[in-house]
């Protein structure tokens, strides 16, 4: 794991931003945070699990349409997500760490 000067990370840190980008078109925002240091790398990929609440879902949404996105400044990119609806939990692998709005 390396920063965006290719140092060694000491710490990965979690925020929930006041403000998401637009949706997507054929989707919704269940939760949107802000991973630092933005422009970390991870190498191999290392495994994020983000746990949801089914009850907060918006109608119609169904728990297996569920993905980890990554906003790339200009649209939401999909990463491939694993839905586990026993522990509520969706499962990706993330190679880098992005700047976000």
Excluded: C, R
Aim: charged share 15%; no cysteine; aromatic share 8%.
């Amino acid at each position: 794991m390396l920063d965006a000067e290719g140092q060694p990370l000491t710490e990965i840190l979690a925020s929930i931003p006041n403000s998401a980008p637009p949706p997507p078109p054929d989707g919704s925002i269940v939760a949107f945070y802000d991973f630092s240091p933005s422009g970390a790398t991870f190498t191999p990929p290392m495994t994020l699990t983000l746990k949801y609440d089914p009850s907060t879902l918006l109608p119609g949404v169904s728990q297996d349409t569920l993905d980890i996105a990554y906003w790339d400044g200009s649209q939401w990119q999909k990463l491939t997500s694993t839905v586990d609806p026993v522990t509520d939990t969706v499962t990706a692998l993330v190679s880098h760490f992005t700047d976000s709005v």
